[in-house]
């Protein structure tokens, strides 16, 4: 049995509101007995009887916490619950009102933020179109991150959002930026005249960075999720945000970011973008398209800006030609461009996210010959956070690739900005330098190329991400198409 | 004012991630409060079918419209077998349907005093024994009938019955006369002093009321439940100003009735010295403001949540008179006397009809003297008014709460808002004794068994137009 007495002077709590602290400490798990009272003269009488030894002294003013536990753990215990129900009795009593509880839901968020105009919506799928639909009737445009949304539901959100001359970017929309805030993963690009339209995240934000080389700023990125410009969905969000772009005083360049549309639906929008007053610059993905570095360029010279290429770090001994491609990837459409550039002089690309149905890898995954994941695929994100927040299964990927002896050049994209991992780096380098000691050990060189998506003001540093990179082995690219054909040339031996 | 001037403000619902990196960017954020909605998973679908259809919106407007501005006029008081039409062996009871053979303790006491009062049996057992034959008797809930009565609202024939109309959208309801507290039939006691009152009841009150209220012409009850919102009163289990209102009213007119000034006297005092006198005119000016609300389709008000002592049930304005009824739980509260928890009946009454119209437990807020019924301080007490913000469409205009800078109290109930959030509404009630024959116990308060939101939101779900959910 373990006892302790306290006396605390100058405190005082009602009779009512100590016998209920006394009652929950003795309620504690290993407590045999606990009197938490006023110190009168019944009240240590009341101790003493129960065999508590107190202090000479001790009066009717003093707070006197008296406790018998069976062992120290108890007693710990006891006395937790004890500063637990004292500072309760203490707070919120008597006549203070309390704070007006949370809001539930985004009315009630909107009611009291007076003067929102945009929700953010990430919940989990199935739940999200709830919670966008509030937000469109409390009169919010909204961006909806959840993915798993049904194409009918988001006809629904994008025709609700017409009808209030509201605009909703999503589902599955992971970037936007407006007003030069950055919504979900978005790069810390500066203000300036291009905005984007975008039916793609990473490519906004590959776009942006690019833009960003050349202190290009933008206006504003609205994201349109990747089904926007289907025959199903019909251009709807991109036709509202084309809209409110043209009115933008501040945008003098509207670049439209998208997989190929629909030929019905990218007639329809290219019809509509003409009778716009500000130009609008068609920036389709895909093979036999330009990539995402061109269209930057593009992009800068139409504003009279003269380009450049991206700054890299690409002084790395190259590997003996030949072997495997294998590109481990965060951000969808950076896989994407880098399959396009790799199939047109490597032939063959697998994938989760295959160019060609034939391409598909199998359910297990695992790499054949030139092999490119989206980890960040739908179907590999279910239950965990996106590879770009949570970089463990790209970890242990690189760890697989290392050991195959088939594979020679590891093409991976690291993904900055506000919401990304804080640190990605602190992570890769030591994945990458394992794996290459892993190679070397195996008498095989293992080359690493890097996309570094990041502008300059990125709350990570890019500049130290890309020097703990380099340092790692690493040849690191702000321009991932440049990164994707140095890969290329290290495969076949060519020069890029 | 578009989206695209200035740096937006930001609601956020989900990944808390992405209100840190908005915060981190100096962007002013509010973050939502949200969990997964009540029920089995498939829940979520029908929230989004229900939300998608395109009549909800206007719907709930229409109807939280309808239910806020009706109004409550006392018109007349006469006796349930001329006002409703109720004939010999029918009776009416609180909450959804409900038979003798599920029927609770204070339930069955209630029905076996109105058989002693109606003359129908002598004796309890031969009472007992009629009604569980169902020989000659016939039972039907109140609301069926445009009317609401306290605990087991049991209704018989030779009662007299308040009278109220809605001369904004023309509807009429009734409620009994409140007996008083202790032993009385709505609580389920059924002895000789329980039937006494009831025969004085029928003899000498009833018409009295009838004769002042129609010299008065009409009394309006909803300007007196404004008013005592602001006296202390909720209108549910504190009804003192507005009994005393209500009897300022009508008391020269019980004079100038011309009756024995003993029978006035007696009247005066029994509805002076009974606080929930005036409970009975509430709950049907709350009735008028729920049936108001009424089938709008596609709308997912909830215009009545009431109780028989065994099911709670609610009806949702887009789904017509259907009830969502699960199992009533039992009031926590404090007891009369030596009761106790293990004293009490399950819920039970149609009083719930006023947290439904948005005064009662969501006006829990107006009256701190009663606020040893959620906790004991005047905070939970405005805690539990706030709370219902979340899942009400309106603030009501005309009954307001001092405290908080006279907001509107929260009205009308929205099933797809507690569906969402998870958070039950707040009933204020009596509690009545178990077993038949024993009255009131105590005082409290109660929730609605959760599974009854998610079962209108499917049932409203069904009759919304088609909208494929599946990704």
Redesign the interface.
């Known amino acids: 049995m373990t006892d302790t007495v306290e006396v605390r002077r100058g405190i005082y709590h009602d009779s009512v509101t100590l016998m209920q602290v006394s009652r929950d400490v003795a309620a504690v798990e290993g407590v045999t007995a606990a009197q938490v009272a006023m110190g009168t003269e019944l009240n240590l009488e009341l101790m003493r009887g129960d065999g508590f030894q107190l202090p000479p002294g001790t009066g009717p003013n003093d707070l006197v916490l008296a406790v018998r536990a069976v062992d120290d753990d108890g007693l710990g215990r006891a006395l937790a619950a004890l500063e637990q129900a004292l500072t309760a009795s203490s707070a919120?009593?008597?006549?203070?009102?309390?704070d007006?509880?949370?809001?539930?839901?985004?009315g009630?968020?909107?009611r009291?933020?007076g003067?929102?105009?945009?929700?953010?919506?990430?919940?989990?799928?199935?739940?999200?179109?709830?919670?966008a639909?509030?937000?469109l009737?409390a009169g919010?445009?909204v961006l909806v991150?959840?993915?798993?949304?049904?194409?009918?539901?988001e006809v629904?959100l994008k025709d609700e959002a017409a009808r209030r001359g509201?605009?909703v970017m999503g589902p599955d929309c992971g970037t936007a930026v407006?007003?030069?805030?950055?919504?979900?993963f978005a790069n810390a690009v500066r203000p300036g005249p291009v905005g984007l339209v975008a039916a793609s995240g990473t490519g906004a934000q590959q776009l942006m960075c690019m833009l960003d080389t050349r202190e290009v700023g933008v206006?504003?990125c609205l994201g349109v999720g990747g089904r926007d410009l289907s025959s199903a969905v019909g251009g709807r969000s991109t036709r509202a945000a084309l809209a409110?772009?043209d009115?933008?005083p501040s945008t003098e360049l509207v670049v439209l970011v998208s997989k190929p549309p629909d030929a019905t639906v990218a007639a329809d929008i290219t019809a509509y973008a003409r009778t716009l007053r500000t130009p609008v610059l068609l920036a389709l993905l895909g093979e036999g398209q330009d990539d995402l570095t061109t269209v930057a360029q593009r992009a800068v010279e139409a504003v009279g800006v003269e380009w450049r290429e991206p700054w890299s770090w690409d002084e790395q001994p190259p590997p003996p030609p030949g072997g495997s491609l294998r590109g481990l990837f965060a951000g969808g459409t950076l896989c994407d461009e880098s399959m396009v550039i790799a199939a047109a002089a490597l032939g063959e690309v697998r994938s989760n996210i295959a160019l060609r149905p034939e391409w598909s890898l199998g359910p297990d995954l695992r790499s054949a010959g030139h092999t490119m994941l989206d980890l960040g695929d739908d179907r590999l994100t279910q239950g965990r956070a996106h590879p770009m927040?949570d970089q463990r299964s790209r970890l242990d990927r690189i760890a697989v690739e290392a050991a195959d002896r088939s594979c020679s050049v590891l093409l991976l994209d690291v993904v900055l900005g506000?919401?990304a991992h804080p640190d990605p780096a602190a992570e890769l380098a030591p994945a990458l330098a394992a794996a290459r000691a892993t190679a070397a050990a195996d008498g095989r060189a293992l080359a690493v190329v890097v996309s570094l998506c990041a502008a300059v003001d990125d709350?990570q540093s890019p500049r130290g991400q890309a020097d703990q990179l380099h340092a790692a082995g690493a040849a690191v690219f702000l321009s991932n198409a440049a990164a994707a054909r140095h890969a290329v040339s290290l495969v076949t031996g060519g020069s890029r | 004012m578009t989206l695209l001037d200035g740096a937006p403000r930001v609601v956020a619902v989900g990944a808390q991630m992405f209100s840190d990196a908005l915060a981190a960017q100096a962007v002013e954020v509010t973050q939502v409060d949200w969990r997964p909605p009540l029920g089995d998973s498939g829940t979520e679908v029908h929230l989004a079918r229900v939300l998608a259809d395109p009549r909800h919106g206007p719907a709930n407007a229409e109807a939280v419209d309808r239910m806020l501005t009706a109004g409550a006029e006392l018109v007349d008081v006469r006796p349930a077998s001329e006002a409703l039409g109720l004939g010999r062996g029918e009776f009416l009871h609180a909450g959804p349907p409900i038979g003798w053979d599920r029927a609770s303790g204070p339930l069955r006491g209630a029905l076996v005093g109105a058989m002693l009062l109606e003359g129908l049996a002598g004796t309890a057992e031969e009472s007992e024994a009629a009604l569980a034959k169902g020989d000659g008797v016939s039972l039907d809930p109140c609301h069926h009938h445009r009317t609401v009565g306290p605990m087991a609202g049991v209704v018989s024939p030779s009662m007299w019955m308040f009278e109220l109309r809605d001369p904004v959208h023309g509807g009429s309801a009734w409620c009994s006369l409140n007996e008083g507290l202790g032993k009385v039939l709505r609580y389920g006691a059924y002895g000789p002093e329980v039937v006494e009152r009831l025969r004085w009841m029928s003899a000498v009150l009833g018409p009295l009321l009838q004769t002042a209220v129609r010299s008065h012409g009409t009394v309006d009850v909803k300007a007196i439940a404004a008013q005592m919102l602001q006296m202390g009163d909720e209108g549910h289990n504190r009804n003192r100003a507005g009994t005393l209102m209500f009897l300022r009213e009508i008391l020269p007119d019980l004079i100038g009735s011309g009756a024995p000034t003993a029978d006035v006297a007696e009247a005066a005092r029994f509805i002076g010295s009974n606080d929930h006198f005036f409970l009975n005119l509430g709950m049907p000016a709350c009735k008028l403001a729920g049936d108001a609300a009424r089938d709008v389709p596609g709308s997912s008000l909830v215009v009545a949540m009431a109780r028989n002592g065994t099911d709670f049930g609610i009806q949702v304005s887009g789904t017509g008179d259907q009830w969502f009824t699960g199992p009533a739980d039992t009031p926590e509260g404090l007891f009369l006397g030596a009761f106790g928890p293990e004293d009490a009946n399950p819920d039970i009454g149609d009083s719930a009809i006023t947290e439904t119209g948005g005064i009662g437990g969501f006006a829990m807020a107006a009256a701190p003297a009663i606020v040893k019924f959620v906790g004991g301080e005047v905070a939970d007490a405005i805690e539990a008014t706030r709370l219902m913000y979340e899942i009400t469409l309106a603030e009501n205009p005309v009954y307001q709460v001092p405290v908080l800078g006279f907001r509107g109290t929260p009205t009308g109930i929205d099933a797809t808002l507690v569906t969402r959030t998870g958070i039950l509404p707040h009933i204020n009630t009596g509690m009545a004794g178990k077993v038949a024959g024993t009255g009131q116990v105590g005082a409290g308060l109660v929730n609605p068994p959760a599974e009854i939101f998610p079962a209108a939101v499917a049932a409203l779900a069904e009759l919304a137009p088609p909208l494929g959910l599946e990704p």
């Open positions: 919120g009593g008597g006549g203070s009102f309390g007006e509880p949370p809001p539930h839901t985004v009630s968020a909107t009291r933020a003067g929102a105009d945009l929700a953010v919506v990430s919940v989990p799928g199935p739940h999200s179109f709830t919670e639909m509030d937000a009737s919010l445009s991150f959840s993915d798993n949304v049904s194409v009918e539901a629904r509201l605009l407006v007003g030069g805030v950055g919504l979900g206006s504003h409110l772009l009115d933008d927040i506000h919401a709350p």
